[in-house]
């Protein structure tokens, strides 16, 4: 039983689910009638509160013992074991006077013996593994040492999985509060650039269906959505007349924006995301035949993250309106990848975002 319950201890991934599985080998491999583990409420009624259970209960928890309270004039084993931290156990229960309260109804289910072991929990209450015996028990030395050591390693076990769903919660909480960060910077530059943010958003949306059919995994995908989603944010350091300007830039001023990848890199390079976001915006203008910028990076030195990107970022950035051209259309940006496939542009990358608007029915408008 102590063997199989370490098992548990090993395999157990959720608390209800160890708690469950200790009730059941006590009952299925230990012999006993009925294993339960009960949860000391701190309330003013000091209830008892089943939170696992296996074997024939039969509604027991209902009529038995419901409170840890010292009552008069009989004070049950259960709760004196849950006030004194002592195991307590009836060797039988059909003559011992504390049983008297619940005797009709514990012989009723075959209940002849029991013993509550208390072990404390994390959140400084106790806890109690119960076990009933189908025939009278004097409960050896050596099986309170078996049972109490079987607590013990419950209670670490639970001590364990609760550490564990800390940490899940805590790296949860981190990862909202970093896409929340994210939303914010966003929303900084659609107060800023309306068209900008409006293009960010169409991208943001076409990677992340070009990223999936590629079968990148999901968390992948969300750490290229949400660089997308603030690709542009290096033009917050650039003149708004310049963004807005209604007919081609200068050289001089597409020099100026050129240099918005690297200034994204520079704003965010020291913020610790669980993606490589500021590399992925430094490098969505990259061009696998090194033609790009800020960097002239070749080939596999450029993340396929960013490759996404840069196909995704012309795609959107044809087919829309700008503010010194109309729009091209879809047919003539999807032209334009064709043509550079394998050249400037990642051939997979390509192919995957011809499927997506070709196979798949994608449309830009998000």
């Not at 068209?195 to 969300?222: F, K, M, N, W």
């Not at 001089?252 to 965010?268: D, N, Q, R, S, V």
């Not at 999807?334 to 608007?357: M, N, P, Q, W």
Request: glycine share 8%; hydrophobic share 45%; proline share 5%.
């Amino acid at each position: 039983m102590l063997s199989e319950s370490n098992l548990a201890l090993l395999s157990s991934t959720t608390e209800p689910d160890l708690l469950a599985e200790y009730c059941r080998i006590a009952v299925e491999t230990g012999g006993y009638r009925m294993a339960s583990v009960v949860l000391a409420d701190t309330g003013p009624d000091r209830r008892i509160q089943a939170i696992a259970l296996h074997g024939h209960e039969d509604g027991y928890a209902a009529v038995g013992p419901r409170t840890w309270a010292e009552t008069e004039p009989v004070d049950g084993p259960i709760g004196c074991a849950i006030r004194s931290g002592q195991v307590q156990f009836s060797e039988d229960i059909s003559t011992d006077p504390v049983m008297a309260p619940w005797r009709a109804e514990a012989l009723k289910r075959g209940y002849h013996s029991l013993i509550a072991v208390p072990f404390p929990l994390p959140s400084e209450t106790m806890a109690c593994l119960i076990l009933y015996g189908k025939r009278r028990d004097l409960w050896s030395g050596p099986e309170r040492k078996l049972l109490q050591e079987m607590a013990a390693d419950l209670a670490f076990g639970i001590a364990a999985l609760r550490t564990a769903a800390v940490k899940v919660q805590y790296e949860a909480n981190l990862q909202v509060s970093l896409e929340q960060t994210i939303q914010v910077i966003a929303d900084t530059i659609e107060e800023r650039d309306a068209y900008t943010a409006g293009h960010q958003r169409r991208v943001a949306s076409l990677c992340t269906r070009i990223a999936e059919e590629l079968g990148l995994p999901a968390d992948r995908v969300r750490g290229l959505h949400l660089a997308a989603t603030i690709h542009d944010l290096g033009k917050i350091s650039i003149p708004a007349e310049i963004l807005a300007k209604p007919r081609r830039l200068s050289t001089m001023e597409f020099g100026l924006i050129k240099e918005h990848p690297a200034i994204g890199f520079e704003i965010l390079k020291k913020v610790v995301f669980p993606w490589p976001i500021a590399t992925i915006i430094r490098q969505h203008h990259e061009r696998i035949d090194g033609s790009g910028y800020p960097l002239g990076l070749t080939g596999e030195a450029i993340l396929l993250e960013s490759k996404i990107l840069a196909v995704a970022d012309v795609v959107e950035a044809m087919a829309s309106h700008r503010p010194y051209r109309s729009a091209l259309g879809l047919e003539a940006a999807l032209d334009e990848i064709t043509t550079h496939r394998g050249l400037t542009f990642d051939a997979s990358v390509v192919d995957a975002c011809l499927r997506v608007f070709l196979d798949r029915g994608y449309s830009l408008d998000v």
